[in-house]
């Protein structure tokens, strides 16, 4: 176990590699191979079908036959259930296989589809060779043809854009309509936001507020002409004992100081002081 991980071999002195004996294969010898079937068949022998992909460990061998250089190979397989051998080819020229013994190819309709319109075809060829009116009738015949799948493609050409001009249009209502819905919850939200805010600044502390009845603002009114009215009368007070003031200082300054009294040499009376006593308290009153 150990050897096969040695990467260096013990060569003796005396080996030549000239006298160890080279392997002659023969060309055509078999190699073993693991294949699918490339088509469905049935066994010969005991009619058991094999479906197109099953697995076989098969022998593949080269042919002496070729196509262009290309090798033609032959496969051995064992049916299923009876071990038959079965043995088919590859084709190269039609790139396909060929059942060569021990089973039948199934039928294939699109095979055989294929091989009539190719002998139709020839067929034709070989007739419009030798007769030049019918080869006229068939190109005027595949003429009219073109023209009229021409015709017939317009025409759905026509159909596809009415089509899509149509869906195009239910489209753009279909966004519409969803804008237009959109804007309307949009709306929708912003009311219900406002009157949330409204409620929120209105409902403040828990105090309700009422009402204002008519009769509370015909008297509200009627308070307020009051005060309005106190009030200039109270300013007209104001503005007139003011200009009584200024036009009693006015007086006081163009009224002439009074003359002095003689000096005598008699002695003041008693009721000349009383008047000279009155007189002093009337100005300083002023």
Known sequence: MAERKVLNKYYPPDFDPSKIPRLRLGKNRQIKVRLVAPFA???????QFIGKGTKFNARKETTDESFHSIPIYRFYIRCQKCAAEITYKTDPEN????????????????REEKALNEQLDKEKEEEEENNPIKALENRTMQSRREMEIMDELDEIRLQNAKAE???MRAIEET???NN????????????????????QIFASEGKRIKRAREEDAVERELA??????????IAGKSANSAISRAVQG???????PPSPAPQTNQ?????????????DDDQDSD
């Open 95 to 110: 790139a396909n296989y060929i059942a060569e013994k021990g089973a039948e190819r199934n039928f294939e309709p699109w």
């Open 250 to 256: 006015v007086i006081r300054k163009t009224k002439p």
């Open 175 to 177: 966004i519409r309509r």
């Open 165 to 167: 001009q149509g869906n």
């Open 41 to 47: 068949m049935r066994c010969n022998t005991c009619g």
């Open 224 to 233: 307020i002409k009051q005060s309005v009215c106190k009030t200039a009368a």
């Open 267 to 279: 002695q003041p009376s008693l009721n000349g002081m009383l008047a000279a006593y009155e007189s």
């Open 180 to 199: 237009r819905k959109e804007e309307e919850e949009a709306l929708k939200k912003q009311e219900e936001e406002d009157d949330r805010l409204a409620k």
